[in-house]
Structures are given as structure tokens and as C-alpha cells.
């Protein structure tokens, strides 16, 4: 069964850095388009960051700069690095695969990021 597990959520301080990690089972990641979502209390999903297949990355404007993704196929993992942390930064992170080409899409269960002030 196809399966994206979060981890390394937890409580910062503002300015400092987190890294996420997201492990899949059950798919060959290397043919996936993989990125972070995050959702903050009372907002809609917005997507943080993605790396295609390819390698190619591509950051939302509000984390260019500051976030970094990447990808390692062998361990079928996906990275988010996280620095200079804001408090709007406060949301649950979640995975996502998506098949390229195809109609797969994948999601995790998500980690919780806390960015204190």
C-alpha cells in the first residue's frame, strides 16, 4: 500500500531552521513529481515547494530564499530544508507525489511546524 510518512515537525523560535523529511513506501519515487503543501489554522493549502522527477525545483514566493527541497531517489525520501523560520510559517507540512506523466496523486498524513515569536 502506497504510503508518504512526515517527520521532523516540532516547536521553533522564530529565525531559527527545521527539517522535514518524507519517506515513501510502496512507490518507485525517482518517476514521481514530489512537494510540501502546508495548511495554517483558517487558510487553504498552499503549495510550499516542488522537485520534479527531473530534479527542477520551484519555491513559493514567501520561502524563496529561505526553504530548501531535495530529493534522494535511492532512499525514496524528500527533504525540506526550513531556515530563518517566520511565524507564519506555523502550519501542518504535508507530502505530496504526483505521477508524471499520469493521474497518481499521493498525500501524507502531515507533521505540525510551530514557529514561535
Known amino acids: 500500500q502506497v504510503q508518504l510518512v512526515e517527520s521532523g515537525g516540532g516547536l521553533v523560535q522564530a529565525g531559527g531552521s527545521l527539517g522535514l523529511s518524507c519517506s515513501a513506501s510502496?512507490?518507485?519515487?525517482?518517476?514521481?513529481?514530489m512537494a510540501w503543501y502546508r495548511q495554517a489554522p483558517g487558510k487553504q493549502r498552499e503549495l510550499v515547494a516542488t522537485?520534479?522527477?527531473?530534479?527542477?525545483?520551484d519555491y513559493a514566493d514567501s520561502v524563496k530564499g529561505r526553504f530548501t527541497i531535495s530529493r534522494d531517489n535511492a532512499e525514496n525520501t524528500v527533504y525540506l530544508q526550513m531556515n530563518s523560520l517566520k511565524p507564519e510559517d506555523t502550519a501542518v507540512y504535508y507530502c505530496?507525489?504526483?505521477?508524471?506523466?499520469?493521474?497518481?496523486?499521493?498525500w501524507g498524513q502531515g507533521t505540525q511546524v510551530t514557529v514561535a515569536s
Open positions: 505530496n507525489a504526483k505521477r508524471n506523466p499520469g493521474p497518481l496523486v499521493f
Open positions: 522537485i520534479a522527477s527531473s530534479g527542477s525545483t
Open positions: 510502496g512507490i518507485i519515487l525517482a518517476i514521481y513529481d
